[in-house]
C-alpha cells in the first residue's frame, strides 16, 4: 500500500512543468499583465490590443514599416478630392462562426464603434474633435464599403490600422449577447477565443477556416496563417518569475525581456534572442511656464551637457540607437535633419546658463520605477549636467501618480515615457498644443501647430518631409524636452520555436509561428 | 441573548461600526493619492474629452460624499459594484481570489504550526541546550529572510535547476488535487518555513514560562514522567498564547500574500489589491480592504472562541 502510494506520488511529482495546462500543441507566450478586455479598442491596453488582434482584423492593418496595408479590404481607392474611401472587401473571408464577411458587417461594427456611449478609444479622431469627421459610412452593395469624410486627412487609413484604436476590427454581431453587451470577439482573426481565466492566462485555438493572403508575414498585414493549434498568453507580471519559467520551459516566448538579461540570453544556446527598435519615445520633458525653466537657453544648456549616447548605451546595452528626434527612428520619415546628434559640449553649456543667469536653484525631475529606464536616465541626467553646474534633484513617484503630474501639467522636469505613434505627424500631435485647454502638452507653439495640422492634410511623401524636417528644427530650438532614444523591444523564444519575430510596435504576433515536431 | 451565542452576536454587532469606518477611511484615503483611474487605463494620449467621459461613466466626476453615500447603499445590498479596469463585479472576483490566498495560507499556518510548537517546546524544554541554539537560531534565521528571496531562492532551484516543481501557474483543487498541490507546493513552503520562525519563537518562550510555574514542578514531583509533563500540563498552557499569536497571523496572511503572490504568479487577493493600487481601480482598492477587515475581525473572533479549548479559565471569565 504504501510502495503503491510512493509510486503514485512519485508519478504525480514528475509530471512536467506545465503539463496539466500546457500540451506540445500549444504555443505560450508571456504578458506581464492581464488584459482588460476583449473588446477591440474599447476598454483597453496595449496587452489587451496585442490579444484581441490574433482575433480581429479590420479593413486595414500596419505593416512592419509602420505604413499601411490593405487586410479585410483587397483595395482601398481615395477620391481626387482625398474626401472618399472606397473600400472593397476580399472574398472568402469568413467570420469564427463560419458567417461571410459583408460590408453590412462592417457598418454593424462601425456603428458601435460610434456609439459615444461606448467610448471607443479613437471616436475622437473621427467625430470631428480631432483628426478628421467621418460624415458618412455606406454600403455600395454586399462587398463594397464607403467612408466619406468632411475634409482630407492624410491619416484616415492610419488611424483605422491603429492598435489602440482596436484596429478598428470588424466582427460578428453574435460577438454581442442577446442584451446587445460585448460576449466574445466573433473575428475573422487567425485564432479564436477559447479561455480568458483572469489574472491567469488566455487560451486561443486556431481558426481552420482562416484565409490567409499570400506573401510573407508583415506586421499586422500580410500573412497571418495560424500555425499552432493553441495559443496561451501566461500572465506573469514578475520578471524574475518570467525568466523562471522560459528557462524552465513554462513558457516558450517572452516578448519583453529586460536589458539586463539580455548579456545572459545571448550566451545560452537554447534560446534565440531579437532585438527591435520599438517606437516609442524615452525623454525628459520640461514645464516651459516654469519660472526657471521658461528660459530656453536653460533648457539647451541640460541638453548640451548631456552625453545622449552613453546614455542609450548604457541602458541599453548598446542595443538602441540614441535620438533627439521626437520622429522615432525606425519611420520611414526619420531623414538627416532628424538624425542630427549634436556633441556633448560642457563649456557650451555653462556659458548658456551663466548668460541664463543660472544661480545654482534646484531642479526637481520627476521619475518612476515602474518603469526601470525612467529611473535610470533621470540617475544619468543628473549626474552629467551636475558637471555643468546644474542642481537637479530627482523625486521617484509611482507610474498612476506621475501620469497624473504629466496631464496636469504639474512638472519641472520629468522623465516620461510616450507610447509608439506610427505617424510623424501623430509623434508631434502628443507633445505640441495649447498648454491652457490641454496642460499635458509639452511644446506650446503656435506656428509649429499650424505646421502640424498641415502635415496631416497633406498627402504626398515629400511634401510631408518637408514639413517634419521644419518642424524637427523649431523643436530642438525651443527644446521643450530631450528625447533620449525609442526603447528596444527584445524578445526571447525558446529553441523550439520557429518563426517567431518581434516588431516596432512590440506587440507579440503568434502566427506563422510554429513549434518543432517532438518539442 | 446570553451565553456563546449572545458573546458571538455582540461581537459581531460591534464589527458593524468597526468595518464602517474602515469602508470611510479606505473610501477617502484612496482617493487622496495623487493619479486617476481615468488616466491610468487611457494612457498618455488621453484627451480632456475622454478623461471626462470615462469619469463620468462610473460616476469619478461627482462630489466624494455622493460617491461614498451610493457606494454604501450598494454595500447594503451586498454589491461592492464593478471593477474599473475590466468591468468585472468585485464581489465575486474578492471570493475567487481569496479561494487561492486561502489555500495557501491555512496549508503553510498548519504546516507551521506542526513544526513549531513542537521545536518550540523542545527548545524550551532543554533550554540552553545545543539543540535550544540550534531551534532559536534556525527560527531567527527563517524569520529574517525576506518572503519573496526565499521564494526565488525556492523557485530556482525545484523549479529552474531540479526542473521537479511547475514554475508559474495555479489549479483549483477543483479541477485537480495533485496538480493544485504541485503548484501550490513551492509557495507553502516558503510562507511555511518563515512562519515557523515566527512560531516557533512564541511557542519557545511561552513553553519556557510555564516550564518555570510551580504546578510543573509539582508534576515532576509527583513522580510524572517528562513527555506527560509535557504534553498534559506544558503544552495546553503554553500553546494558548501561541493560538493568539497564529489568529494574528492568520489574519494578516489572509490579507493578501501579495509579494509570494506575484513572485509565484498566483491569482490571489493580495496581487489583486497591489494591481488595483498601481492602477488606481476603487471599487477594487475598497473592496479588498473591506474585505480584508471583515476577515480580520472574523479570524479573531474564532481565536477568541477557540481560547477556552485551551484556557478554561477563559471561559469561566
Not at chain 1, 27 to 34: T, V
Not at chain 2, 61 to 80: E, H, K, M, N, S
Request: hydrophobic letters at 45%; one cysteine or more; proline letters at 6%.
Amino acid at each position: 500500500m504504501t510502495r503503491k502510494l510512493i509510486a503514485a506520488l512519485a508519478v504525480a511529482l514528475s509530471l512536467p512543468a506545465g503539463a496539466a495546462v500546457a500540451q506540445q500543441d500549444t504555443l505560450r507566450l508571456r504578458l506581464n499583465a492581464d488584459i482588460r478586455s476583449t473588446d477591440p479598442g474599447l476598454n483597453r491596453d496595449a496587452n489587451t490590443d496585442a490579444v484581441v488582434l490574433h482575433m480581429v482584423e479590420g479593413l486595414v492593418a500596419y505593416r512592419e514599416d509602420a505604413s499601411v496595408a490593405p487586410m479585410l479590404a483587397k483595395s482601398v481607392e481615395v477620391s481626387p478630392d482625398g474626401r472618399t474611401y472606397t473600400f472593397a472587401l476580399r472574398d472568402g473571408v469568413s467570420f469564427h462562426n463560419g458567417a461571410p464577411l459583408t460590408a453590412d458587417d462592417v457598418l454593424f461594427a462601425w456603428k458601435r464603434y460610434t456609439t459615444p456611449a461606448n467610448n471607443w478609444r479613437c471616436l475622437p479622431e473621427v467625430d470631428g474633435r480631432g483628426l478628421t469627421k467621418v460624415v458618412d459610412v455606406a454600403a455600395k452593395d454586399a462587398k463594397t464599403v464607403v467612408f466619406t469624410l468632411e475634409k482630407p486627412s492624410a491619416l484616415f487609413l492610419t488611424l483605422l490600422a491603429r492598435t489602440d484604436c482596436g484596429g478598428t476590427g470588424i466582427y460578428h454581431r453574435a460577438s454581442l449577447d442577446a442584451d446587445g453587451k460585448w460576449k466574445e470577439p466573433v473575428g475573422t482573426g487567425p485564432f479564436k477565443l477559447a479561455e480568458w481565466k483572469r489574472a491567469q492566462y488566455i487560451d486561443l485555438v486556431r481558426n481552420d477556416a482562416y484565409t490567409a493572403l499570400p506573401g510573407e508575414r508583415d506586421g499586422h498585414a500580410g500573412n497571418k496563417a495560424p500555425l499552432v493549434p493553441k495559443l496561451r498568453f501566461v500572465i506573469i507580471p514578475d520578471a524574475s518569475a518570467a525568466k523562471a519559467a522560459l528557462l524552465s520551459g513554462g513558457i516558450d516566448i517572452n516578448p519583453d525581456i529586460v536589458n539586463a538579461d539580455i548579456a545572459e540570453y545571448k550566451a545560452r544556446k537554447d534560446l534565440t534572442l531579437q532585438t527591435k527598435q520599438a517606437m516609442d519615445i524615452q525623454a525628459v520633458l520640461f514645464q516651459t511656464r516654469d519660472p526657471l525653466l521658461k528660459d530656453a537657453r536653460l533648457r539647451r544648456a541640460i541638453a548640451m551637457s548631456l552625453d545622449v549616447p552613453q546614455i542609450v548605451e548604457t541602458i541599453t546595452e548598446g542595443e538602441s540607437k540614441p535620438s533627439l528626434s521626437i520622429i522615432p527612428v525606425p519611420s520611414g520619415f526619420y531623414g538627416q535633419a532628424q538624425a542630427q546628434m549634436p556633441k556633448r559640449d560642457v563649456a557650451g553649456a555653462k556659458k548658456l546658463l551663466a548668460e541664463a543667469g543660472y544661480k545654482g536653484e534646484t531642479i526637481k525631475l520627476l521619475a518612476t520605477k515602474r518603469y526601470p529606464s525612467l529611473f535610470d536616465f533621470a540617475v544619468l541626467t543628473q549626474a552629467m549636467a551636475q558637471e555643468a553646474g546644474l542642481r537637479i534633484e530627482i523625486e521617484v513617484l509611482d507610474w498612476a501618480t506621475l501620469l497624473d503630474r504629466y496631464t496636469k501639467g504639474d512638472y519641472q522636469a520629468m522623465a516620461f515615457t510616450y507610447s509608439s505613434r506610427l505617424d510623424p505627424s501623430l509623434s508631434f500631435e502628443m507633445i505640441s498644443g495649447d498648454k491652457d485647454k490641454q496642460p499635458r502638452k509639452v511644446w506650446d507653439n503656435a506656428e509649429a501647430r499650424e505646421l502640424m495640422t498641415r502635415s496631416m492634410e497633406v498627402t504626398d511623401k515629400a511634401q510631408r518631409q518637408a514639413i517634419f524636417d521644419e518642424l524637427e528644427a523649431r523643436f530642438r530650438a525651443d527644446m521643450p524636452m530631450i528625447v533620449l532614444y525609442s526603447s528596444v523591444e527584445t524578445s526571447a523564444a525558446r529553441s523550439n520555436v520557429q518563426g517567431y519575430a518581434g516588431w516596432a510596435l512590440g506587440q507579440p504576433r503568434a502566427w506563422g509561428v510554429s513549434l518543432k515536431p517532438g518539442s | 441573548m446570553h451565553g456563546p451565542l449572545g458573546y458571538v452576536g455582540k461581537r459581531l454587532l460591534w464589527t458593524l461600526p468597526t468595518l464602517l469606518l474602515v469602508g470611510f477611511t479606505v473610501f477617502v484615503m484612496v482617493r487622496l493619492i495623487p493619479g486617476d483611474p481615468a488616466l491610468v487605463i487611457l494612457g498618455d494620449a488621453a484627451t480632456p474629452d475622454q478623461i471626462a467621459g470615462l469619469k463620468a461613466q462610473y460616476g469619478l466626476d461627482r462630489p466624494i460624499l455622493v460617491q461614498f453615500g451610493l457606494w454604501l447603499g450598494r454595500l447594503a445590498q451586498g454589491d461592492l459594484g464593478v471593477a474599473i479596469t475590466d468591468g468585472q463585479p468585485v464581489l465575486p472576483l474578492l471570493w475567487e481570489r481569496f479561494q487561492v490566498t486561502a489555500a495557501i495560507v491555512f496549508l503553510a499556518v498548519g504546516l507551521a504550526v506542526l513544526i513549531a510548537v513542537p521545536a518550540g517546546l523542545l527548545a524550551a524544554w532543554k533550554q540552553n541546550s545545543g539543540l535550544d541554539i540550534a531551534v532559536v537560531t534556525t527560527a531567527t534565521l527563517l524569520l529574517s529572510i525576506p518572503s519573496f528571496w526565499l521564494g526565488l531562492i525556492l523557485l530556482l532551484v525545484f523549479g529552474l535547476k531540479l526542473g521537479w516543481v511547475p514554475v508559474i501557474g495555479y489549479v483549483p483543487f477543483g479541477q485537480s488535487p495533485t496538480q493544485a498541490l504541485l503548484y501550490i507546493l513551492l509557495p507553502v513552503v516558503t510562507l511555511t518555513l518563515i512562519e515557523a520562525g515566527v512560531l516557533t519563537r512564541m511557542a519557545r518562550a511561552s513553553a519556557i514560562e510555564v516550564l518555570r510555574l510551580e504546578y510543573v514542578m509539582h508534576a515532576r514531583a509527583k513522580g510524572l514522567r517528562e513527555r506527560r509533563v509535557l504534553l498534559r500540563h506544558v503544552l495546553p498552557n503554553a500553546f494558548a498564547p501561541t493560538w493568539t499569536v497564529i489568529g494574528l497571523v492568520l489574519g494578516n496572511l489572509l490579507g493578501g500574500i501579495a509579494v509570494l503572490e506575484t513572485v509565484f504568479t498566483l491569482p490571489g487577493l493580495g496581487r489583486l489589491l497591489v494591481d488595483a493600487i498601481f492602477a488606481r481601480d476603487y471599487p477594487v482598492v475598497q473592496g479588498c480592504l473591506l474585505f480584508t477587515a471583515l476577515i480580520y475581525v472574523l479570524v479573531n473572533l474564532i481565536v477568541d472562541l477557540c481560547y477556552p479549548l485551551f484556557d478554561p479559565r477563559v471561559a469561566a471569565s
